[in-house]
């Protein structure tokens, strides 16, 4: 799992693994999933990320991302 943060357009995205996304969709306003061609999600785009977490303190834990079933 890799963090992508750009100051730009405020937008935290969370690649989940290195599958390419074939589809996106925004499950709410301002966080869009990226999906795969099994529709996996691969990746979370978090727009105006600074409104909604606190990016000074933002911590990671390293995950089995290999044996991750989400669905």
Do not use: C, F, W
Not at 7 to 24: F, G, K, Q
Not at 28 to 50: M, Y
């Amino acid at each position: 799992m890799k963090l992508h943060y750009d100051r730009e357009t405020d937008s935290l995205y969370i690649d989940l693994n290195a599958r390419p996304s074939v589809d996106s969709r925004e499950i709410q306003d301002g966080l869009v999933i990226d999906l795969d061609a099994n529709g996996q999600i691969v990746g979370i785009d978090i727009q105006h990320a600074s409104q909604v977490l606190d990016l000074e303190t933002l911590e990671t834990e390293s995950l089995p991302t290999a044996s991750l079933k989400l669905g």
